[in-house]
Structure formats: structure tokens, C-alpha cells
């Protein structure tokens, strides 16, 4: 592979032609149906056949396609099993992998962000990428200190093109909502787009990453449950951070144990809550890909290209509300929603018909432990995205406020991990310690 193909044509040729070969597959299932061959062998065929042009294109672009299909994986645990299980595999290489830079462009970025002499800022330089993501690439080295002795480092690389990319892929991708139907029914992308753009152009300032790490190490200094490896260097399109071993959590998804699987969904979740209060900021990008279990059993996290900037921590409401109905308050959930703007107006509502419709959604806090699965992601996806279910119907009453999109959007992603982990954990505690307005049932 070459640089990220940059020019417009060619981006959207590739991204143009997926939807013509799912149509072509589509209409050659209906030629195998006539000629008696079983419809799930044929549907199986089909959907494996489109997984593997739709992620390898993705993967091959990068840009925003791949941060795109990055997004998108992470809902694989809400599919329903005999949809879900040719896109797996696809899907787990999106998360971890994508086709490596020529060694000769990442010696010239190298050369852009550090001057000509670079090779004297390392003591060694690994030529070929230890991972793979969707704006930039990572390399070990060791990062040559004061003394002259070397330090073990990550350093990330962005692509050529990358900002080019990211832009033109986003608005070619709004254009292909039926093929993403196929792998998740219901799905709107059109607003997980809108919201991505927001902020998948901060990426692209490597430094605007460092300083958001930075905060993070700051705010998780000597935590017991969570490890920030530190900024040694950062430019617009090279980041230098210390590397940290440990076992992805997209290995432990596949192969991991039940005790590695309730670890990391626990230390994921804390993350995800207690971010906001330790830090003024949220981690927004909530894929596999960014996580490492480490051997001390902590969680390390290595990437911070996506954060959302949240000063005043979680929005109190949200605790407030959740705790409301969890007593069965249906009046107070009601008036809390309104509030909110999720409840328009001054529009007639069932308060009693509204608790009814969140309480499946609260399960997992209404009990001390709790087993995220894929089934009960499957069975909460089903209930709210089939036309013919009560609570879809019900959800048309509702809204989803601008200023809670990120919010809503980086909690569904979590979840969607945690039923990938099947992790078990005691996710009520830690809302208790870290959601404010969240109290006790009882």
C-alpha cells in the first residue's frame, strides 16, 4: 500500500463501489433462491461476502472510513447471532489492524516533525509498525535520553493525507446507510457522522492529544486501577509516549479468561465514570483497540486523540434521574426528563409508560452484580430498533438533546465493549462513587 489515497476521486470511487458489489450480491442470492439452494447458506454467503469488501476498504482507506467502521464495531455485540457472526472476524481486525505506510513516508514525517538528523533522537527505531489505526501508526523505538541511554516508546505517526481523508470519507460514508442497515437494522449513522466529524478533527493535532494525555496522567497519578503511559514528545503529526506491555482487550474478547473479562469491563467502566470528575475531561473513543490490560492487573490506556472536554463533570441530571427510577419515582423521572429537553415540550406523556420503557435499560445498576451479554444487548437492540416493538414506538415520543449526544454516544460504545467482555461487575458501586445526583435504591 502507498500513502492514504488523498484524492477525492479515488477515495469515492472505493467507497462508491461497495453498494454496488452489496447490490450485486443481493440480486445473486435471489438467483441461488430460484435455483433451490437454502436461503440462510445464501444470506450467510452474502453477508460474508460484503464484510470482507466493506472492511477491507475501510481498512485500506483509513481516514475517516476507518475510524467510521472503528465506531461501528464496537455495536457488533448488539447483532443478532446469525447476522453477527460473519462480521465478527472483520470486525476484530478493524479494531487492532490496518495496511502499514511505506518505511520511506515515515521516514519523511520523521524528518518533518524532527528535522533531517531524526535518527539521533532514537537509539533504535523499529521500521515496521507495531500497530495499525485509523489517522496514524505506531512505531517502537527507544527515545534517547539526556545521558545517552534509551528509553522504551510508542511513537505514533500520522498518515499523509489524513485531514483530506478524514473529511471527504465522512461525507461519502453518510451516502451508504443501507449497506450498515445490513449489519446493524435500524441504525441511523447519520448522527454517530455528524457527531464524529465534531470530533475527529481534533485528532489530527497530535499535540492537542499530548495535552489531553497529559491531563490523564495527571489525574490517574498512583491510581490503583488505571495506568496512563507519559508524553515524552509531541508534534502536529508525531506523538512520543512511554510503551506499556500488556494484553489488548480485543485479545481477551476472543481468548481471555472469565477473570481478565470481568477485570477489564470493571476498570472500563470506572474509566468511563470517574474520568469526568478526575479529570474535567471524557474519554470519547471507547473501541478495544485503545485499552491493554496490564500484568498488575490495571487498566492502560493509550490513546487520547478523542476526548470530551467536560469541566463541570457529568451532567448531575443524569444520576439524579437514574436514581429516580430505580425508586420507581415515575413523576420524578418524568419532570427530570422534561427538564432536559428529552421529553419535548409540553407534550402529553405517560410518566408510568416512561419508567416502564427506561427499566429494562437500567438493569444493569438495579442489581448489585451484574453479567453484561451479548444476548441482553441483542434482546435491548431488538426492543427499541424493530418498527413493531411497543417501546420503539414509544421512543418516538422522546428526543435526544444536542448536549447529550456524546455523552449518550460514548455510553452505548462502552456497553457495547462490556457485552463483547461479558464482563461481570459490580456497575451500580461504581456509579455510586462516581455519578453525582446517583444514590442508593433503598
Same mark, same amino acid.
Given at each position: 500500500?502507498?500513502?492514504? &489515497?488523498?484524492?477525492?476521486? /479515488?477515495?469515492?470511487? *472505493?467507497?462508491? $463501489?461497495?453498494? +454496488? %458489489?452489496? @447490490?450485486? =450480491?443481493?440480486?445473486?442470492?435471489?438467483?441461488?433462491?430460484?435455483?433451490?439452494?437454502?436461503?440462510?447458506?445464501?444470506?450467510?454467503?452474502?453477508?460474508?461476502?460484503?464484510?470482507?469488501?466493506?472492511?477491507?476498504?475501510?481498512?485500506?482507506?483509513?481516514?475517516?472510513?476507518?475510524?467510521?467502521?472503528?465506531?461501528?464495531?464496537?455495536?457488533?455485540?448488539?447483532?443478532?447471532?446469525?447476522?453477527?457472526?460473519?462480521?465478527?472476524?472483520?470486525?476484530?481486525?478493524?479494531?487492532?489492524?490496518? &495496511?502499514?505506510?511505506?518505511? /520511506?513516508?515515515?521516514? *519523511?514525517?520523521? $524528518?518533518?516533525? +524532527? %528535522?533531517? @538528523?531524526? =535518527?539521533?533522537?532514537?537509539?533504535?527505531?523499529?521500521?515496521?509498525?507495531?500497530?495499525?489505526?485509523?489517522?496514524?501508526?505506531?512505531?517502537?523505538?527507544?527515545?534517547?535520553?539526556?545521558?545517552?541511554?534509551?528509553?522504551?516508546?510508542?511513537?505514533?505517526?500520522?498518515?499523509?493525507?489524513?485531514?483530506?481523508?478524514?473529511?471527504?470519507?465522512?461525507?461519502?460514508?453518510?451516502?451508504?446507510?443501507?449497506?450498515?442497515?445490513?449489519?446493524?437494522?435500524?441504525?441511523?449513522?447519520?448522527?454517530?457522522?455528524?457527531?464524529?466529524?465534531?470530533?475527529?478533527?481534533?485528532?489530527?493535532?497530535?499535540? +492537542?492529544?499530548?495535552?489531553?494525555?497529559?491531563?490523564?496522567?495527571?489525574?490517574?497519578?498512583?491510581?490503583?486501577?488505571?495506568?496512563?503511559?507519559?508524553?515524552?514528545?509531541?508534534?502536529?503529526?508525531?506523538?512520543?509516549?512511554?510503551?506499556?506491555?500488556?494484553?489488548?482487550?480485543?485479545?481477551?474478547?476472543?481468548?481471555?479468561?472469565?477473570?481478565?473479562?470481568?477485570?477489564?469491563?470493571?476498570?472500563?467502566?470506572?474509566?468511563?465514570?470517574?474520568?469526568?470528575?478526575?479529570?474535567?475531561?471524557?474519554?470519547?473513543?471507547?473501541?478495544?483497540?485503545?485499552?491493554?490490560?496490564?500484568?498488575?492487573?490495571?487498566?492502560?490506556?493509550?490513546?487520547?486523540g478523542a476526548v470530551a472536554r467536560m469541566p463541570e463533570g457529568t451532567p448531575e441530571p443524569i444520576g439524579r434521574i437514574a436514581g429516580l427510577a430505580l425508586r420507581g419515582d415515575a413523576d420524578g423521572v418524568e419532570?427530570?426528563?422534561?427538564?432536559?429537553?428529552?421529553?419535548?415540550?409540553?407534550?402529553?406523556?405517560?410518566?408510568?409508560?416512561?419508567?416502564?420503557?427506561?427499566?429494562?435499560?437500567?438493569?444493569?445498576?438495579?442489581?448489585?452484580?451484574?453479567?453484561?451479554?451479548?444476548?441482553?444487548?441483542?434482546?435491548?437492540?431488538?426492543?427499541?430498533?424493530?418498527?413493531?416493538?411497543?417501546?420503539?414506538?414509544?421512543?418516538?415520543?422522546?428526543?435526544?438533546?444536542?448536549?447529550?449526544?456524546?455523552?449518550?454516544?460514548?455510553?452505548?460504545?462502552?456497553?457495547?465493549?462490556?457485552?463483547?467482555?461479558?464482563?461481570?461487575?459490580?456497575?451500580?458501586?461504581?456509579?455510586?462513587?462516581?455519578?453525582?445526583?446517583?444514590?442508593?435504591?433503598?
Amino acid at each position: 500500500m502507498t500513502d492514504i &489515497p488523498r484524492r477525492a476521486v /479515488s477515495r469515492t470511487a *472505493k467507497l462508491a $463501489a461497495l453498494p +454496488l %458489489g452489496f @447490490a450485486g =450480491r443481493t440480486v445473486l442470492g435471489v438467483g441461488k433462491r430460484v435455483t433451490g439452494l437454502a436461503s440462510d447458506v445464501i444470506s450467510a454467503e452474502i453477508q460474508q461476502r460484503t464484510a470482507e469488501q466493506l472492511f477491507s476498504v475501510l481498512g485500506q482507506l483509513k481516514g475517516g472510513a476507518m475510524k467510521f467502521g472503528q465506531a461501528l464495531s464496537v455495536f457488533e455485540a448488539a447483532l443478532p447471532e446469525e447476522v453477527a457472526a460473519p462480521y465478527r472476524q472483520a470486525l476484530t481486525k478493524l479494531q487492532e489492524a490496518a &495496511p502499514p505506510l511505506p518505511t /520511506s513516508s515515515v521516514h *519523511k514525517v520523521l $524528518a518533518e516533525q +524532527l %528535522g533531517p @538528523a531524526w =535518527r539521533e533522537r532514537f537509539v533504535t527505531f523499529d521500521d515496521s509498525p507495531a500497530a495499525a489505526a485509523s489517522i496514524g501508526q505506531v512505531h517502537r523505538a527507544l527515545w534517547r535520553l539526556p545521558d545517552g541511554s534509551g528509553r522504551d516508546v510508542a511513537v505514533k505517526i500520522q498518515y499523509p493525507g489524513a485531514g483530506d481523508a478524514l473529511l471527504a470519507d465522512l461525507k461519502q460514508l453518510s451516502r451508504l446507510g443501507g449497506m450498515f442497515r445490513a449489519i446493524q437494522p435500524g441504525l441511523d449513522i447519520k448522527p454517530l457522522l455528524a457527531e464524529l466529524r465534531e470530533r475527529i478533527t481534533e485528532e489530527l493535532d497530535y499535540e +492537542l492529544e499530548a495535552e489531553s494525555q497529559r491531563a490523564f496522567a495527571a489525574g490517574y497519578t498512583d491510581d490503583p486501577d488505571i495506568y496512563v503511559p507519559e508524553v515524552l514528545h509531541a508534534s502536529p503529526r508525531m506523538l512520543v509516549t512511554e510503551w506499556i506491555t500488556g494484553t489488548p482487550l480485543a485479545d481477551i474478547i476472543q481468548t481471555g479468561t472469565e477473570e481478565q473479562r470481568d477485570q477489564a469491563g470493571r476498570l472500563m467502566a470506572t474509566l468511563h465514570l470517574s474520568a469526568p470528575a478526575q479529570v474535567g475531561l471524557l474519554h470519547a473513543d471507547p473501541h478495544p483497540g485503545n485499552f491493554r490490560l496490564l500484568p498488575d492487573g490495571r487498566l492502560g490506556v493509550i490513546d487520547f486523540g478523542a476526548v470530551a472536554r467536560m469541566p463541570e463533570g457529568t451532567p448531575e441530571p443524569i444520576g439524579r434521574i437514574a436514581g429516580l427510577a430505580l425508586r420507581g419515582d415515575a413523576d420524578g423521572v418524568e419532570a427530570g426528563l422534561r427538564a432536559e429537553g428529552f421529553v419535548s415540550g409540553t407534550d402529553p406523556i405517560d410518566a408510568h409508560a416512561l419508567l416502564e420503557f427506561l427499566r429494562p435499560m437500567l438493569e444493569p445498576i438495579a442489581v448489585d452484580e451484574f453479567r453484561f451479554t451479548r444476548a441482553w444487548l441483542r434482546a435491548e437492540a431488538a426492543r427499541l430498533a424493530s418498527p413493531r416493538s411497543p417501546a420503539y414506538q414509544f421512543s418516538r415520543q422522546l428526543n435526544l438533546p444536542p448536549s447529550y449526544l456524546l455523552i449518550h454516544r460514548v455510553t452505548l460504545g462502552s456497553i457495547g465493549v462490556l457485552c463483547q467482555l461479558e464482563a461481570k461487575a459490580s456497575y451500580r458501586g461504581i456509579l455510586q462513587r462516581w455519578l453525582p445526583g446517583f444514590t442508593p435504591v433503598g
